[in-house]
């Protein structure tokens, strides 16, 4: 009998040409981009694996559902079509629509954060943290140890370890706590799911302390199919009865619709409060739009009803995150250390393991992601020293614990063609590592967020 192979759940109707360059354009290109990867333009990359977050491909159904957009200003069906969507998938009947996830977090923060306040989590985002501290305000990191040692096998190292969250809460006044953010998955930790069990013990906490408990849901149905396949108790469970499940124990959520939802750019908020909602949509409307559009055409806001659903089937995330997995056996079966398990929509190689000469002053995880793109036009991106950005309050380098160079898979864009090709370029980045021995220094930084904009001179 044959061992059946793994085949994806759909089939391609479009394509779109990429282009091969040679070793000694990238290396011409990645100089006048400063050796900052985002400062290529994207015919200068072949695949690219920046980021999961808008790059996928839409369905046919969504690309339909785009024909029959409502962009009237005010109660457009659109609008509607995508409230009842939200409501059925996440259970939140209060929502507003915002042009992008960060977008959703400045509405929500600006109505429920000040100066002074702590924000609890795992692992923020960047802008979850950029939004946070742009408040002077603090997040502060509870998640789980065992997500900071890259080798250990561990179902939920998205987790939080419910006794530095309860120190927070127990040791600073409740006024000063506005919510806490669980991150579904967690990305800043490797794209890493958060169990049932961990999220009903933080919900008991923050409901014992008084406070607000939020999801950063970007990724909530990736999370979902992990603990369909990892928490017993969920094992026969559908990914929307997970989700519904999840999502029941928040007060509310922020979603980058760019992420799980499969569409090119969108997001939104998810409440179960009116008042929060009365509150919240004032800053909608002075930031975004009216509360029926948010920054959103009626056409994008019918493709997002479309991609919820589409992006909490089964079939669809099995073969997503055995995509990524693909990838994450190939390196891991070659000697790549790399973050294990591996998340859901990225493989994450521990770039101080890969490159343990260069010192952490230089940029560990800049200095590979700059080397694979020039070994082999593959664009990935550091989650590391420079993305950590300063301390907002001394200005000193904040160096993480793990330095990652992310290899994020877009969703139903690349074949596992591809997928072999960025494989076959690192792993002979890594028979020849030990001719890498010298990082970056910092020519140009933003005051905050700085990775986008970072200009860097070889040492
Ligand atoms: C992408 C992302 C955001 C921000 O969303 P944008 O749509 O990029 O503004 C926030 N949180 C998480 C976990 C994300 O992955």
Known sequence: MMNIPFAESFKIKMVESIRRSTRSE????????????????SEQVFVDLLTDSGTGAMSDRQWSEMM????????????????????????????????????AENVLFSTLIKAGDLVPGNSHFDTTKGHIEFRKAKAIDC?????????????????????????????????????????????????????????????????????????????????????????????????????????????????????????NMGGFIGLRDKEIHQQA?????????????????????????????????FDYLESRINQVAYLG???????????????????????????????KEQYVAQTLAVELYIEGGIRAVEIGTILADRDPMTRENRYPDLEFVRLAIPRRTYTNNHIQYVAAHIINVWERRNEIKTGYSIHYEAPIMRHFTVELGKI
């Open 281 to 313: 949509s004032v800053f909608n409307i002075m930031f975004e739009g009216y509360i029926t559009y948010g920054g959103m055409s009626g056409r994008d806001m019918n493709a997002l009803a479309q991609g919820l659903y589409e992006g909490t089937e």
């Open 143 to 263: 998640t789980i140890d065992e997500a900071f040692d890259t080798t250990l096998d561990h179902p939920f190292k998205g987790n939080i370890d419910i006794q530095k969250l309860e120190k927070v809460l127990s040791s600073n006044p409740k006024a000063q706590i506005p919510m806490i953010i669980i991150t579904v998955t967690c990305n800043s930790s490797g794209g890493q799911p958060v169990s049932i069990e961990n999220i009903r013990e933080v919900s008991r906490v923050a409901k014992k302390y008084g406070v607000k408990l939020f999801f950063d849901a970007a990724r909530f149905a990736e999370n979902a199919y992990f603990i369909k396949i990892r928490e017993k108790e969920f094992a026969r469970h559908s990914i929307r009865e997970i989700a519904r499940e999840m999502f029941s124990y928040a007060d509310g959520m922020t979603m980058s619709s760019k992420k799980d939802a499969i569409v």
């Open 68 to 103: 029959l957009g409502d962009e009237s200003y005010a109660g457009a069906s659109s609008y509607y079509k995508l409230k009842d969507a939200i409501a059925e998938i996440t259970g939140f009947t209060y929502f507003l629509p915002t042009h992008q996830g960060r977008a």
């Open 26 to 41: 990238r290396e011409k290109w990645i100089i006048d981009a400063k050796y900052n990867l985002f400062n290529l333009r």
């Open 329 to 359: 056996n190939m390196l891991k079966d070659a000697g790549v250390p790399v973050q294990f398990p591996f998340g859901g929509h990225a493989i994450f190689i521990d770039a101080k393991r890969f490159l343990p000469q260069v010192p």
